[in-house]
């Protein structure tokens, strides 16, 4: 491994595990790491039926990982423990529940529970202070819609099956979805029946159905989606060559006197579990029973699908145009977006800044002049729309691709080495908010005069007042552009992924109501997409979006094709040859000029009458 790309990989894992997202008014904040001498540190939390549990998984002084066969004899033994609650019918406190809503009202319940008694003080600690999150689910997996089964499909994925180039030829077959056992299991990860069983706030919670199928989730603030996807894959593919299965998988699980012994030890130097007891009060009931109304409207909102295009991947993509394949599945997704809705949308993607000492992400803005050039030049030739005849590429449409696949990795890469505009113009907004101003204008601070942070005291020029911050700050005028906003309005929120192959589906939600969320990963040989909108919206639907990328994808093959059979691909051979820049060089090429014009055309009417 890189050693850059080392140290940063070790940095941002050690995020994963060990804190918590803390909900705090006017913004949360991240709990420091564990102490290694917290009795906590070494344990995870297990939660089934709603039950809180902190189960010891490594050595509290050497952190050595214990052996699997003790761990799954704690873990037998809280099961065992949940069963017997359930039996004396004690009801379970669904906290979890309450970190699945609305972040401001999920801080005052927070509060108003760490105000009930020191004891939700002392679960929240091991809770925040443990490495990750196990939840044991209970439930039988979701049925799936009708229209969505397909019990004919191969349970396994042949993700590094080379598809020969003979098939790159035939008719198009269906997008490949997933069988119904598979797809109801992607819907129990995606979300619990009411969100219960699951604390959201933890970096890392590994979620386990009854039929053993597992999942894990993720909360984005401390590290990039990245990270927990290379951790789970690790463990999921065995990369490191060592068995984890333990010795008890042939030794029946029942209530046996051994087990039964374990029962209300505390976290201590050999101790193997605990329960995380909580206490409620009747407000806190109210407010855990509208959180579960809130996460299942927000639950059956969810229009979410996972599809394979499994016709060819990013090694054809490459060969076809020369570019790298998410340029290519970028503006794939923009055409498809634009022949449902009739106009093009901002495009928001995420590139990773990891040369950067703790570099998080920056946007690359993919929908560009160029972009929207072969975009609008497409009402022009149909391709696989519905109801239209085909015909051959119209020839123009090759240089516009080109062009618009070139923009794309230039931006891509500039975001990457820090040089995109929305991580500075969110600085930016920051530092000029009034919640900073205080920096610009304080001259001397009087050694007599305290701070008190809870009241928000400012000391400017020598004086303490006591005014509100706000944290809208000074009117600036290129944050209140009509045009500046709109072009952040991200309908086609996008994420690609460079791991993850052993993942059925990942995933993340639209951020409107009438947009699309897509993750995606591009193999050699083949496409895994993730989409999610809303159900409540008229006018999405992700089986139709993802029936148009598939469209997309094989119209923008077969542009290529016809320009390499025409031999097109040799007129625009330094159009391909990065950095070398065709659109500079119009003095020297006719077929640049005409090209310039047709993209500044298209562009200054974009912009003179955006449709955003």
């Known amino acids: 491994m890189n050693h850059r790309l080392g140290l940063w990989l070790k940095h941002c894992t050690a995020q994963i595990f060990n804190l918590c997202r803390l909900p705090q008014h006017p913004s949360d904040t991240l709990t420091a790491l564990a102490s290694p001498t917290s009795p906590w540190a070494s344990t995870v939390t297990v939660l089934a039926h709603d039950y809180y549990y902190a189960l010891r998984v490594a050595d509290p002084t050497t952190g050595a990982p214990l052996h699997a066969d003790e761990i799954e004899r704690g873990m037998r033994a809280v099961v065992i423990d949940v069963q017997r609650r359930q039996r004396n019918g004690e009801l379970p406190i669904e906290i979890g529940v309450l970190s699945a809503d609305d972040r401001d009202e999920w801080s005052r ?21 443990s490495l990750f999150v196990v939840c044991l689910d209970h439930w039988p997996a979701p049925s799936v819609p009708a229209d969505q089964r397909d019990e004919n499909l191969r349970l396994t994925f042949d993700f590094d099956q080379h ?7 035939q008719p198009p ?33 590994l979620i386990v159905e009854p039929s053993t199928r597992a999942g894990a989730m993720g909360e984005h603030s401390p590290v990039d989606a990245l990270v927990p996807s290379v951790v789970c894959e690790w463990a999921v593919a065995g990369a490191n060559g060592v068995s984890i299965c333990g010795g008890l998988v042939d030794v029946p699980f029942k209530n046996n006197h051994q087990e039964d012994r374990l029962e209300g030890l505390e976290v201590g130097s050999r101790s193997r579990w605990t329960r995380l007891n909580f206490v409620s009060s009747p407000s806190m009931q109210i407010a855990i029973e509208n959180a579960k109304q809130h996460a299942r409207t927000l639950i059956s909102n969810s229009d979410h699908q996972v599809s394979y295009f499994e016709e060819w991947g990013g090694e054809e993509m490459k060969r076809l145009s020369s570019y790298q394949p998410d340029a290519f599945v970028q503006l794939a997704l923009q055409l498809a977006y634009f022949r449902i809705h009739q106009r093009p949308t901002p495009v928001y993607e995420t590139a990773l800044t990891r040369t950067f000492q703790h570099g998080r992400t920056e946007t690359i803005r993919s929908f560009t002049t160029e972009s929207y050039a072969f975009m609008m030049a497409f009402t022009g030739w149909k391709g696989r729309c519905p109801g239209q005849t085909r015909s051959e590429p119209l020839p123009h449409l ?26 500075h113009l969110l600085g930016l907004r920051y530092i000029l908010s009034d919640e900073w101003a205080w920096l610009d204008d304080i001259s001397e601070i009087p050694s007599d005069v305290s701070q008190d942070a809870s009241s928000r005291d400012t000391i400017v020029r020598g004086r303490v007042t006591s005014q509100p911050v706000s944290a809208s700050g000074p009117s600036i005028p290129l944050f209140e552009d009509a045009i500046f906003k709109k072009s952040q309005e991200w309908r086609l929120s996008t994420s690609g992924l460079s791991e993850g192959w052993w993942f059925r589906g990942t995933g993340f939600g639209s951020p409107y ?6 993750n995606y990963l591009i193999g050699p040989h083949a496409i895994k997409f993730c989409v999610e909108s809303k159900h409540s919206c008229p006018t999405t639907s992700t089986r139709v979006f993802i029936e148009h990328v598939a469209d997309a994808l094989r119209d923008m093959r ?20 990065e950095p070398a820049d065709t659109l500079n060089a119009s003095a020297d090429h006719p077929e640049a000029n005409t090209l310039n014009n047709t993209i500044q055309q298209l562009g200054d009417a974009a912009l003179a009458k955006p449709r955003l």
Not at 175 to 189: G, K
């Open 109 to 129: 319940n927070y509060s108003m529970l760490l105000s009930i008694s020191p004891q939700n003080k002392r679960a929240f600690e091991a809770i925040h202070q």
């Open 163 to 169: 598809v020969p180039d003979s098939s790159l030829s």
């Open 173 to 205: 077959r269906p997008l490949s979805t997933v069988p119904s056992d598979l797809l109801s299991h992607q819907y129990a990860i995606r979300s619990s029946p009411s969100a219960l069983n699951r604390f959201f706030d933890k970096p890392l919670s």
């Open 398 to 423: 090759y240089p516009l691709l080109q062009s618009a696949l070139k923009v794309h990795s230039s931006l891509a890469r500039s975001a990457m080495i820090g040089r995109g505009i929305d991580r």
């Open 513 to 518: 109501e009438d947009g699309y969320g897509v």
């Open 558 to 577: 077969e542009i290529c094709l016809s320009a390499n059979k025409s031999g097109q691909e040799g007129e625009f051979a330094s159009t391909n040859a």
